[in-house]
């Protein structure tokens, strides 16, 4: 990750803070039962603006305890490439389940999960993938939460190239975004 990127998601948590103080602890977060929706987005280009990408992803989970969802995961990413004589526009989509255990009950929810799914599309190789991922939730109101999440995939075309591909065929995928329990 860039040192300029770094920066803005230090400077962006840093602005939310302020807003979580009047939060009570006690209060916040899921309980059994009830549902989550989140939708974070992603983004990067280069000096001269010629070249970028963005993507979005939505979350729809259900608590199966009060400190464990599972849910199904959307993401969508366009990318822009311009060089000499190149001029490419990509698009790719991955849909997956997951599941995470969130430690703590409090207003700032560490968490540890993993995916299952596909990835398709103009940029990629249409195969499954496994991911691992981690993250945080930071209730700013009752429901209400700031997610970072950064996940490692690992693609693989049938299930004996799994074993190999978490070493040989994988990547990161960070997102920030917003939450609401319901």
Do not use: C
Not at 105 to 127: A, E, M, N
Not at 130 to 141: P, Q
């Amino acid at each position: 990750m860039s040192k300029v990127n770094t920066a803005v998601i230090v400077l962006f948590l840093l602005g939310v803070l302020p807003v979580t103080a009047s939060a009570q602890s006690s209060l916040v977060g899921p309980q059994e039962g009830d549902r989550e929706l989140s939708l974070s987005g992603t983004g990067s280009s280069d000096r001269n603006f010629d070249s970028g990408s963005f993507g979005v992803t939505g979350d729809l989970g259900w608590y199966l305890r009060d400190d464990t969802v599972a849910g199904v995961r959307q993401s969508i990413n366009y990318a822009s490439i311009e060089g000499e004589n190149l001029k490419n526009d990509f698009w790719n989509g991955s849909t997956r389940g997951y599941i995470n255990y969130q430690f703590l009950d409090d207003q700032t929810r560490p968490f540890v999960g993993g995916s299952l799914g596909g990835i398709y599309g103009d940029g990629v190789k249409d195969s499954a993938f496994a991911g691992l991922e981690t993250g945080v939730k930071h209730y700013v109101l009752t429901n209400t939460y700031f997610l970072a999440r950064v996940e490692y995939q690992f693609f693989f075309s049938s299930t004996s190239d799994a074993a190999d591909a978490f070493q040989d065929d994988g990547a990161w995928a960070y997102t920030v975004g917003l939450g609401y329990n319901f």
